[in-house]
């Protein structure tokens, strides 16, 4: 069983920064894509960013410029450096990884952005 511990989420006046980082724990295969997706009251899951372990990155156009994905792809680590934070950007994240086999997530850590 795969476990996605997340950190680094909390309250942060807008135009500030944060940075989330994510470890899984326990057995897994070899992963394929880690990253980071949000969902906001009253809204749908969405993707914020990913990343391969070639280093491919994807973004929302939303944060494209703001934000930063990368990956350790020695100790499985994959941090979000979040960067001009908006109200908008107020929302829980959750931590995924993709494996050949299987898809996970994780609990999720709470980002507000006060004015």
């Known amino acids: 069983q795969v476990h996605l511990v997340e950190s680094g989420g909390g309250l942060v006046q807008a135009g500030g920064s944060l940075r989330l980082s994510c470890a899984p724990s326990?057995?897994?295969?070899?992963?394929?894509?880690m990253g980071w997706y949000r969902q906001a009251p009253g809204k749908q899951r969405e993707l914020v960013a990913t990343?391969?372990?070639?280093?491919?990155?994807n973004y929302a156009d939303s944060v494209t410029g703001r934000f930063t994905v990368s990956r350790d792809n020695f100790k499985n680590t994959v941090d979000l450096q979040m960067t001009s934070l908006q109200l908008e950007d107020t929302a829980v994240y959750y931590c995924?990884?993709?494996?050949?086999?299987?898809?996970?997530w994780g609990q999720g850590t709470q980002v507000t952005v006060s004015s």
């Open positions: 995924y990884v993709q494996t050949f086999t299987n898809n996970y």
């Open positions: 326990g057995r897994r295969g070899s992963i394929r894509v």
């Open positions: 990343i391969t372990s070639g280093g491919n990155t």
